[in-house]
């Protein structure tokens, strides 16, 4: 089954919210990269949070009848990326988020408001 980037984008923010991630922001990289439609970006405060937020959004994918293009980063738990195709998802822990910023490399990117 194939879902659109708003689908896979639906998905992922709902279960890094059901995992109490941290500030969960969307961006809409339509016509600003060609990498993704979107970007999750997220934090969670200690290793095991951010684990278990990449965990249950690659369940959750799966379960939708998606794949999942690659996971980098779940052995250290400091920035977990997890390629969904067209949604690209950010986990960090929380010091990394602040280090990285990557909301400001992004800048050009609308913020999704209500997913």
Not at 62 to 84: C, F, K, P, T, Y
């Amino acid at each position: 089954m194939t879902l659109t980037s708003e689908q896979l984008l639906n998905i992922a923010v709902e279960a890094a919210e059901d995992k109490k991630a941290m500030n969960v922001v969307a961006l809409d990289l339509k016509g600003v990269s060609l990498i993704s439609d979107y970007f999750v970006i997220c934090h969670g405060n200690s290793d095991v949070q951010v684990q278990s937020i990449a965990t249950e959004i690659r369940k959750r994918v799966q379960e939708a009848g998606s794949e999942i293009r690659g996971i980098e980063g779940m052995n250290s738990a400091r920035w977990v990326l997890i390629d969904l195709g067209d949604v690209i998802v950010h986990v960090f822990h929380r010091d990394e988020r602040d280090y990285y910023n990557i909301e400001r490399l992004w800048s050009d990117a609308k913020v999704v408001e209500s997913v």
